[in-house]
């Protein structure tokens, strides 16, 4: 998952302008792992397990970002592609923040060419 305090379009900055008032830096991405963490210059590792909302809501409560990316999944964990990505929406929403899910073969097959609202997931 990514996490990150993203600057605001239209400053013509690369950066955003200083936040007032809040704990959080102007800008300050991060990653969060469960197991071990990457090797990306300028990035805060986090260790989180999504598959516990304590978790989710302490990490993401703390550095209140802006906007969360989450793509976790295990193919055969239900727990963290489904519940895990229900605690990250739960904790962003609850920080304020917006939220992109990039989903797994996990909840669709990727047989049909077209999903929506009405398609089989693959727990069905």
């Known amino acids: ?3 990150s305090n993203t600057p605001h379009p239209g ?3 690369s950066q955003p ?3 007032t008032g809040q704990s959080r830096k102007p800008y ?3 990653r969060t792992y469960l197991t071990r963490s ?6 805060e590792w986090l260790p989180l397990d999504i598959r516990r909302r304590e978790e989710a809501d302490a990490l993401i409560g703390a550095w209140r970002p802006e906007v969360v990316v989450n793509a976790a999944y295990r193919q ?3 727990a963290t592609t489904a519940v895990g990505a229900a605690n990250v929406a739960l904790a962003t ?3 304020g923040g917006r939220l992109v899910h990039v989903s797994s073969d996990a909840v669709f097959s990727g047989a049909a060419i077209h999903y929506d ?3 089989d997931f693959v727990g069905d």
């Not at 990457?38 to 990035?43: K, L, M, S, T």
């Open 28 to 30: 300050s991405p991060g």
């Open 117 to 119: 609202e009405t398609s």
């Open 17 to 19: 302008p200083p936040i």
């Open 11 to 13: 400053t013509g900055n």
């Open 93 to 95: 929403f609850a920080a």
């Open 38 to 43: 990457g090797e990306i210059a300028g990035v």
């Open 1 to 3: 998952m990514l996490i």
């Open 76 to 78: 055969t964990d239900w």
